[in-house]
């Protein structure tokens, strides 16, 4: 079935460094694929999409690049923030009849 | 600005008694869904509705049911509620499939002792 796999948390960085979180799918097809994130207290929200391979996601300095080959859609920011301590979550969907299907999440806390 | 409500931020019920989770969207969009989310396991699809009085099932109803008897209403019922249904639930909205935004609520901490 489809699936979305996640690198496990939580990551802790400190500002400034680089941000890779992990995200590969298992899908039949070509699904879109999402990136949401989730600050305290909040409910998820849009961060960035990509609807077919190679396509780049962008928003807020963070970036993720649908991979056909690798079946992956990795989230990167070069430069964190404490401001981005959150918890991201990738996610798939089907243009046809679709539910939205996501990963376990990856809570990112950054220090001063 | 777009709006997905949930009737309540928290919530503490006993064990068999009847749940319902309200959810109210502002946008028209056809699709709704009920998810929950637990630690470790990310969000669950619990049930989701692509019409007025239309609903599928998810990856785990069991022990739930769901009411969409208007387009910006989207019901949640727990039958008979238990502790392990303690957890986190999230209602969204959108538009069409694919590649549209997903629209949350804040979520429902549901506590069942």
């Known amino acids: 079935g489809n699936s979305v796999t996640q690198m496990e948390g939580p990551v802790t960085l400190s500002e400034e460094a680089f941000l890779t979180i992990n995200c590969t799918y298992t899908a039949t097809g070509y699904p879109s694929l999402f990136w949401y994130v989730q600050y305290p207290g909040e409910g998820l929200q849009l961060l960035l999409k990509a609807t077919k391979a190679d396509d780049k996601g962008s928003n807020k300095g963070f970036e993720a690049t649908y991979r056909k080959e690798t079946t992956s859609f990795h989230l990167e920011k070069g430069s964190v923030q404490v401001s981005d301590s959150a918890v991201y979550f990738c996610a798939l969907s089907y243009n046809q009849g679709g539910k939205l299907i996501f990963g376990q999440g990856t809570e990112l806390s950054v220090k001063p | 600005d777009v709006k997905v409500t949930q009737s309540s931020r928290y919530l503490v019920k006993r064990t068999g008694e009847k749940v319902f989770l309200e959810c109210v969207q502002d946008?028209?969009?056809?699709?709704m869904f009920w998810y929950r989310q637990d630690p470790g396991l990310g969000l669950r699809l619990i049930y989701f509705?692509?019409?007025?009085?239309?609903?599928e099932k998810g990856d785990i109803p069991e022990g739930y049911s769901v009411s969409r008897e208007k387009k910006e209403r989207f019901s949640l019922i727990l039958e008979s509620a238990s502790t392990n249904q303690t957890s986190m639930y999230l209602c969204?909205?959108?538009?069409?499939?694919?590649?549209?935004?997903?629209?949350f609520g804040q979520g429902t901490r549901l506590t069942v002792v």
């Open positions: 969204a909205s959108r538009t069409g499939w694919g590649n549209t935004e997903a629209f």
């Open positions: 509705s692509y019409d007025v009085k239309m609903k």
């Open positions: 946008m028209d969009h056809e699709n």
